[in-house]
């Protein structure tokens, strides 16, 4: 068993920041890569950027320069910083992890991010 637990959604104003983490608990051998995805309402799921045991990080073309994803492997835990925060940022971002070996994904719950002013 895998449980993801996101923080840090809320609401800010166009141009603000908001940080998200994700602590990841439960079986974690073998979860070598976690992520960040969103999805607002009438849309589908998408990914927002993913972070490898060895820190490589890839980014949606939509979130480059702005956001930034880490993680603290001692505390198992996962960030996604954002910066210069949009309207269309406004979705609800789940954290993800994949089991290398048994080709399995966990997800979140969910977190609520709105931007308004």
């Known amino acids: 068993q895998v449980q993801l637990v996101e923080s840090g959604g809320g609401l800010v104003q166009p141009g603000g920041s908001l940080r998200l983490s994700c602590v990841v608990s439960?079986?974690?051998?073998?979860?070598?890569?976690l992520g960040w995805y969103r999805q607002a309402p009438g849309k589908q799921r998408e990914l927002v950027g993913g972070?490898?045991?060895?820190?490589?990080?890839n980014y949606a073309d939509f979130v480059k320069g702005r956001f930034t994803i880490s993680r603290d492997n001692a505390k198992n835990m996962v960030y996604l910083q954002m910066n210069s925060l949009k309207p269309e940022d406004t979705a609800v971002y789940y954290c993800?992890?994949?089991?290398?070996?048994?080709?399995?994904?966990?997800w979140g719950q969910g977190t609520q991010v709105t931007v308004s002013s």
């Open positions: 972070i490898t045991s060895i820190l490589t990080t």
């Open positions: 439960g079986s974690i051998f073998g979860i070598h890569d």
């Open positions: 993800h992890a994949r089991n290398i070996y048994r080709n399995t994904e966990y």
